[in-house]
Every structure is written in structure tokens, then in C-alpha cells.
């Protein structure tokens, strides 16, 4: 009726049969329902349980259901991630599991979750659950790591990428949390600071280096410095003062080739890193875990990845 | 979520981007049908709206915007009536009363923390909250006041009509800086909403979400990243930041004059055009008519002229003109970057006036344009850095990675890493550079679309930008001022 009422006013106006002083109420009635339709519809698909694809591609939600996806960013991943843990608790993930040829088969499902290990000094040769954090660093750093954990008999257990985070992205969100409580790493590699290399507001960072210390504290770590490829103000040296004795890698003393885009390394680059790295780990680090150098590289990654965007995506 | 309606969230103020915002206006519409013939309910119906939105926006403030609007009317009056010194006592208390505001809210800190460094005193710096579109609507009560003065414009009938003048929402927050005399004759005598009318504004509208939600809140994002660290990045990167941010500004300003607009058409007002292919300059003189072209012009008829203009002289002309363009910079934000970015497109400004004095031909070779607009559209680019860059450093830091690091690996780089902001800056780069001709075509085959269509056109937009949109939408860049 509305519509009919809005178009006959709208013919009369065309026609000129309408009083060419007068507004048009019916014109006004219906730019408001161009608002108020669409954007009703909109309000209740959003609240409502049902998801609308077309063509393969779903409707987004608004506002509430806008913040719960926000928070989702993570928790979609985790809901992936429960997939995901039922499969590394399941006899079918193990017999993907390409053993190393000192090692033998190993079940995963073996591998000891402990927040309380006790490594002492020695290297302690059993298998791990890795979990590899960090930065956009991460993201080439991961596929070294894969051929590392496959020669070891490690379970690289998640790769997650922050691209363009920095320390207090890491430190102060509980996205950290909620990943080591859902993926339960045995070992953590952490990976940050080449976006904030040309920082100097060292305070706050070491503040929020000290608060990612104790996020960490309990499950052993390897905290990586990131490469030097632009002149370091002082956020190394708050990095390593801020995690534990023995759990810092300064990358800042190994020459690493860069990539195309000057900013990370080439592939190059990364298997020098990550050579060197694992020579650490095994010698010096506090927590010394086996990595022997793989006989085979560039193995299929076989992990979940993460990859989030800081610009978008800040943590919670 | 209908009790956070009604209720002012300093974490979620309203903007036109707001989809409870947009919803709310469409049954004020629905409402404004019934009262739109009745002059008197019209007016007070507005008003009731506009000083909602305010509260929306900027909460306890709607005090604070009250006062003001008392005072204007109270002074204008008597402004009108007395002559002599008495005349110019009044405005020189009514300025100076309307712009306490603006200089203790935005100007307070900025003046104790260089008094502070300066003098090595140890001054506290005020906790204040700039209420959104102070700057704004100084500058309106400014006008209105100097216009009274100058006996351009009688003051307003009644306190009603300011009040609506003043409050009236679609230029409330950020523009366009409306003149009392262009806006309160319409009052009494608004546009006839007809079809065209309705198509227009809603084209507006939605043409101004899409610049500001699609384009805009997109390229910020990478805007952003390197802003928090340019020496991080290759100079390439960089460069392509200073073209982003270059259309981010525009598509985020110009949307949202786009918004305003329309819906102050749908209303039945119309506001000055704020942007008229500012990007597609020749000149600098030729881009400060074509960009913000509200607050150019103000800034010419309310700075420039009154301290002379091109009356007194060239080297005058040269000064007044600087001095116009470093009161625009400052009024853009409390910080010595704006001062700076208005003083050097003063003396751009200057220098270009100096050279159409020796060589007041300009070619219309169409090389030469092209060559123009580019040279004026990098200078703009390049000034743009101080504007977003968070630091003098930082701003030097991205330009200096400009300069000296950048080489075509970075953009095959860039572009195996991040192509759809490549996309992205060329999408945009059509847009702005093509001619208004060109854009007018296509908005007139957009005009003979059915209007029960639109409703499905709006429909398809609003989620549209839902799906690309990020969460979190980012403030207009203008409401900060």
C-alpha cells in the first residue's frame, strides 16, 4: 500500500498534477523506507543464527555480530584449531608423520604437555610440540622450521604469523593465551621486533617485553631477535634483558641475505637463520631441544598457519 | 542495543557511517513526511534531530555548543544595531568569545608544552577532549558574526532560525563550513523535494559511504603501517604510502561532504559543493579553489581580505596571503607539522602567484596539463607526509626513504605482496583524475534507474561495504579538527 501510495504520488509529481510548491510526502516516506528497509533486513540477519551465502561467498553481520567475528578472528581459528587438536590427538595424524630415520616411528600423541618441564642443562632429545609466534618473519622462518621439526620428530603445532605486530601487540592481548591454551606447545619459538627496530621509546617496550616474559614463563621458550637489516635503537638489548637468562637468540650478529623486498630475508636468508638458530637452541640456549639439521629440505609444510594482519586485526 | 541508542558512547560516537545511524535517519525521514509542509514543526522537528545527533557525537558538549549559539545571537543583535566603536567593541567581544572555545580546547596544550620547552618551565598539560567539529562551527559563528558587521546579512529572524542554521545536522561535525548568508534565506524558502532531488541525494549518499567505508578505510589501513615506522620501509612503499594517504584524504573528506549533502538535499537544503576535482589542478592556486573550497573561502573573506588583501602592495599581498595559509594550517590541528604544511603551501601559493605576474599566459598545450597537474599533485603528496606523519622526524624520515631508497624491485616487490592496495591506487587514480564531464555521464545513466530500484541499489551497497569494510571503522580525518 506504502509503495503504491509513494509511487502514485511520485506519477503526479511527474505528471504535474501535483502543487509544484508542495514537497512530496510520498517521495520523502519512501527515501526514509530506502533507508529503513535494507537496514532492517540487515539488523535482523545479522542477530538472527542463519548464515546467507551467495555464490559461495557469505553475507557479513554488523556491529555485535561484527565484534563477536572480530574476536572470532582467533576464535574462527580455534573452532578450525578444535579440528585441528582432535586430529593431534587421533591415531590418523600419526601415521602422516614422517619420522626421521635415527628416530623411527613416534606417536605423537605421546608427546608430553607440561607447563612445569624442567630442562636443567641438558639437551633434552624428546619430541615437541613447537609452536612458532611472531612477526611477518614468521612466515618464511615456519618452512625451516617444518623441515626441522619433520627431521626431529618434532610437531610444529601452529605457525602463527602477526604481520606487522610489534611487542605490544603480542604482550598485550590475550591472543597469546588463548593460542598456547589451545595448541599446548611443549617449546615456543618467538619471533619479534623488526617492526619496531626503529623504535625508540625503549621503556615501554621493555614494559611489554617483561609482560610477554611472563606470558611465556612455565613452558620453555626461544625468544629469536629480529635481522638486522635497519640500525637497532635498543630493543634487543630490552628484549633480551627481559626474557629469561639463556632464552634469547640476538639475530642482530648473523648476516642474513635479504629478499626482493629488502625488508625480510630471501629463502636464502631464512635457511641460514634457521641453521643458525637450531645450532643455538641445541648448544647454548637455556632450553636445549634436539634440532639436527634435516637431511631433507623443503619438505610439505604440514602445520596450521595463521597469518593475521596487525592493521586489521590487534588482538584481545 | 535501544537503550545504547539513546545514550552517548564516548567509544562509539556517531558518524554518517554508522549503520545505527543510517537506520535512525531513515525513520526520521519516515516521520519528516508528515511535518514536511508545516514550516514551523518542519524547523523544530529538525532542530530536535540535529541536537540529538550532536549529543551522539560529542555528549555533554551540547552545553558548551549552546552557549555559543546564545551568545552569537545575543551579540549579533546588538552588532546590528550600534555603530562607531561601540560596534567594533562588541565584535571584538563576540570573536573573542566564540573563539575561546576552539583556542582553550585545541590551542591550550599546544601553547603550554612550547612555553614549557621554550622557557624550561614545568607546566601541566590540560586532560581535554576536543568536542568534534569545534572547528567547524567556530568558524560558522565567526562568519555569521562578521557578516552582521559588515551589514551583509541581517541578523537571524529569530533565535530559531540560528539555532537551525547553526545546529543543522549534515554540516554539524565536519562541514562544509556553511555561510549564514547562503543558509538562512533557504530556511524560509527550502528546495521542492522532486524525484530528481531524491535521486541525487541518495546517489550522494551512497557514493560518499562507498569513498569513505570502501576506498578510504582500506587504504588507511596501509597507510598506517608504515606510518608507524617509514625508515622500516623501501622507498618504494613509501611513495606508494604518500599516494594513498593522498587519495585516502580525499575520498574520506570528499565522502563525507558527499553524505552531508545528500542528505541535506533530501531534507531540502542544499550546501556548497566542498570539492570540485581538487587532484586534477594544474596549480596550487587552482587546487586551494578546488579542495576544501568551504574553508578556502573562508579563510579568503574572513583573513584574507579583511587584512587587505591585494590592496596594499605585492609584498603585502605575498604576507597577507602566508599568513592566511598559516592560520589554515594551525586551524587544521595544534602542531607545529600543520604550521609547517601551511606555510609551505603559503609560500607555494606565493611563489606561483609570482610566476603568473612574469608569465601570465598559461598554455593550454595538453602537456603542459598533464605535466601541471602531476608537479601539483606530488608537491600536495609530498605535504600530505607532514599532515599524517606522526612526527617531524618521521615525515622527513618517509621522505628522505622516498628520495634515496626507492627502485623498481620495491614495486614488483609490492606488488606480489600487497596487490589489492595496488588495485586499490589505481581504482582511485580513475576516479580522480578522470574529468567531471566523463563522471557526469555516468551519473546521469545511474539517474534513469526506476525509483523502486533504489531502494535495492542502497541495499546492495550498504552490504556491499559490509562485506569489505573493516570492524572497526575509523573516524572521519576531519573530524578531528
Not at chain 1, 637450531?278 to 631433507?296: F, M, N, S
Not at chain 2, 620501509?233 to 593522498?246: K, R, V
Not at chain 2, 617531524?392 to 628522505?400: G, K, M, R, T
Amino acid at each position: 500500500m506504502i509503495l503504491l501510495w509513494s509511487m502514485e504520488k511520485e506519477s503526479n509529481i511527474i505528471s504535474g498534477e501535483k502543487n509544484e510548491n508542495s514537497n512530496s510526502k510520498g517521495l520523502i516516506f519512501w527515501a526514509g523506507l530506502s533507508f529503513v528497509i535494507p537496514l532492517t533486513l540487515i539488523y535482523f540477519y545479522s542477530y538472527s543464527q542463519h548464515k546467507i551465502t551467495i555464490s559461495g561467498i557469505e553475507l557479513k553481520k554488523i556491529f555485535i555480530e561484527d565484534k563477536q567475528e572480530k574476536t572470532d578472528v582467533l576464535s574462527t581459528s580455534t573452532q578450525q584449531s578444535e579440528e585441528q587438536s582432535s586430529l593431534l590427538h587421533s591415531s590418523k595424524l600419526d601415521t602422516i608423520f614422517d619420522p626421521s630415520p635415527e628416530q623411527g616411528e613416534r606417536n605423537l600423541n605421546d608427546i608430553e604437555y607440561t607447563k612445569t618441564w624442567d630442562f636443567g642443562s641438558n639437551l633434552d632429545t624428546t619430541a615437541q610440540r613447537i609452536l612458532l609466534m611472531g612477526d611477518s618473519e614468521c612466515g618464511g622462518l615456519c618452512y625451516q622450521l617444518n623441515d626441522y621439526c619433520q627431521q626431529n620428530g618434532h610437531k610444529l603445532v601452529l605457525s602463527f604469523v602477526w604481520n606487522s605486530a610489534s611487542i605490544y601487540n603480542f604482550a598485550y592481548s590475550d591472543t597469546v593465551n588463548k593460542i598456547i591454551e589451545e595448541f599446548k606447545p611443549t617449546y615456543v619459538f618467538l619471533v619479534v621486533g623488526l617492526n619496531e627496530l626503529y623504535s625508540k621509546d625503549i621503556t615501554n617496550r621493555t614494559s611489554a617485553a617483561k609482560l610477554m616474559a611472563e606470558k611465556l614463563s612455565g613452558i620453555p621458550y626461544t625468544w629469536v631477535g629480529p635481522a638486522n637489516f635497519m640500525k637497532d635503537y635498543g630493543i634487543n638489548n630490552a628484549f633480551k634483558l627481559s626474557a629469561q637468562e639463556g632464552t634469547f637468540y640476538p639475530t642482530l650478529n648473523l648476516t642474513i641475505p635479504k629478499g626482493g623486498d629488502k625488508r625480510h630475508p630471501s629463502q636464502e636468508g631464512y635457511k641460514i637463520w634457521m641453521d643458525s638458530l637450531a645450532v643455538w637452541v641445541e648448544t647454548k640456549a637455556k632450553y636445549k631441544i634436539k634440532l639436527a639439521p634435516p637431511v631433507k629440505r623443503n619438505r610439505h609444510y604440514r602445520s596450521r598457519l595463521i597469518n593475521l594482519n596487525a592493521a586489521e586485526y590487534r588482538g584481545y | 542495543m535501544f537503550q545504547d541508542l539513546f545514550t552517548y558512547n564516548t567509544k562509539e560516537p556517531w558518524f554518517f557511517t554508522e549503520y545505527s545511524f543510517l537506520l535512525v535517519f531513515g525513520i526520521f525521514l519516515l516521520l519528516y513526511a508528515l511535518v514536511v509542509n508545516n514550516k514551523k514543526w518542519k524547523k523544530i522537528y529538525i532542530i530536535l534531530f540535529s541536537l540529538f545527533f550532536y549529543y551522539k557525537s560529542s555528549g555533554p558538549f551540547i552545553g558548551l555548543f549552546a552557549l555559543m549559539i546564545l551568545s552569537d545571537y545575543i551579540f549579533a543583535h546588538f552588532i546590528y544595531k550600534k555603530e562607531g566603536r561601540v560596534k567594533k567593541l562588541l565584535l571584538f567581544l563576540a570573536l573573542l568569545y566564540s573563539l575561546s572555545f576552539l583556542l582553550y580546547f585545541k590551542y591550550s596544550n599546544f601553547f603550554i608544552s612550547n612555553f614549557n620547552s621554550f622557557l624550561g618551565t614545568d607546566f601541566k598539560l590540560n586532560n581535554l577532549f576536543l568536542p568534534i567539529g569545534i572547528s567547524f562551527y567556530t568558524f560558522q559563528s565567526i562568519s555569521y558574526l562578521m557578516d552582521v558587521y559588515r551589514k551583509e546579512i541581517p541578523p537571524a529572524k529569530n533565535f530559531t532560525d540560528y539555532v537551525f542554521y547553526m545546529t543543522f545536522f549534515p554540516h554539524l561535525v565536519a562541514g562544509p563550513i556553511v555561510r549564514a548568508k547562503d543558509f538562512l534565506p533557504q530556511i524560509e524558502k527550502p528546495q521542492i523535494i522532486r524525484l530528481s532531488l531524491y535521486k541525487e541525494s541518495l546517489l550522494r549518499i551512497i557514493v560518499g559511504l562507498l569513498k569513505k567505508l570502501f576506498i578510504a578505510d582500506y587504504l588507511g589501513k596501509y597507510v598506517e603501517i608504515i606510518h608507524q615506522g617509514p625508515d622500516g620501509f623501501t622507498g618504494g612503499e613509501n611513495l606508494l604510502s604518500m599516494y594513498a594517504y593522498s587519495f585516502q584524504i580525499y575520498f574520506d573528506f570528499s565522502g563525507y561532504s558527499d553524505i552531508a549533502i545528500g542528505i541535506a538535499l533530501l531534507l531540502g537544503y542544499r550546501l556548497k559543493e566542498n570539492f570540485d576535482n581538487p587532484y586534477g589542478a594544474r596549480n596550487i592556486t587552482s587546487f586551494w579553489r578546488k579542495w576544501h573550497i568551504s574553508l578556502s573561502l573562508w579563510l579568503r573573506d574572513y583573513i584574507y581580505i579583511p587584512l587587505g588583501g591585494n590592496r596594499k602592495g605585492v609584498f603585502n599581498t605575498y604576507l597577507f596571503l602566508f599568513i592566511t595559509m598559516l592560520v589554515g594550517g594551525l586551524w587544521h590541528g595544534a602542531d607545529w607539522r600543520f604550521v609547517f604544511w601551511g606555510m609551505a603551501h603559503g609560500i607555494a601559493l606565493i611563489l606561483h602567484k609570482g610566476w603568473t605576474h612574469f608569465f601570465p599566459k598559461q598554455s593550454e598545450k595538453w602537456y603542459y596539463k598533464i605535466l601541471g597537474i602531476i608537479i601539483t599533485f606530488h608537491f600536495v603528496g609530498i605535504l600530505w607526509i607532514f599532515f599524517r606523519a606522526t612526527s617531524f622526524e618521521s615525515a622527513f624520515l618517509s621522505i628522505n626513504q622516498i628520495f634515496t631508497a626507492t627502485s623498481w624491485v620495491d614495486f614488483q616487490g609490492f606488488w606480489m605482496t600487497r596487490p589489492e592496495v595496488m588495485y586499490l591506487l589505481a581504482f582511485s587514480s580513475i576516479i580522480v583524475f578522470t574529468s567531471q564531464k566523463w563522471k557526469q555521464k555516468i551519473i546521469d545513466k545511474i539517474y534513469l534507474i526506476p525509483t523502486f530500484f533504489w531502494i535495492i541499489l542502497i541495499a546492495i551497497a550498504l552490504q556491499v561495504i559490509l562485506q569489505f569494510k573493516d570492524d572497526v571503522v575509523e573516524p572521519f580525518i576531519y573530524f578531528q579538527f
